[in-house]
């Protein structure tokens, strides 16, 4: 069993940054590919970004400004986010139990991740 717990959610105005962490508890997850999701008011989750061993993915609005990242030692995947706009505003959400394996297909889909952290609010500001 894996806890996840996102943290680093808020209010920025637009062009600014802010970096999302997801912390595993319960079992190391470095042998599960992690994503992100995100989920806006009246609208259905979405697929942000995914990290496996060695590769990366990103949802096409996101691509060159969002960057996934993993620190094995500290058991935590980051999502940096960088010129953030108003259509990012959701509750961003952290999701582990995929595998290394999956292709970015599999890992863009939110049945592949068996496990699902709380959610973190991000509003960005125009």
């Known amino acids: 069993q894996v806890q996840l717990v996102e943290s680093g959610g808020g209010l920025v105005q637009a062009g600014g940054s802010l970096r999302l962490s997801c912390a595993a508890s319960g079992r190391t997850f470095s042998s599960y590919a992690v994503g992100w999701f995100r989920q806006a008011p009246g609208k259905e989750r979405r697929f942000v970004a995914a990290?496996?061993?060695?590769?990366?993915y990103y949802e096409d609005s996101v691509k060159g400004r969002f960057t996934i990242s993993r620190d094995k030692a500290k058991n935590t995947v980051y999502l940096q986010m960088n010129s953030l706009k108003p259509e990012d505003t959701a509750v961003y959400y952290c999701?582990?139990?995929?595998?290394?394996?999956?292709?970015?297909?599999?890992?863009?889909?939110?049945?592949?991740?068996?496990?699902w952290g709380q959610g973190t609010q991000v509003t960005v500001s125009s």
């Open positions: 999701a582990a139990g995929a595998g290394t394996h999956y292709s970015g297909y599999y890992l863009s889909r939110s049945m592949s991740y068996k496990y």
């Open positions: 990290i496996s061993w060695t590769n990366t």
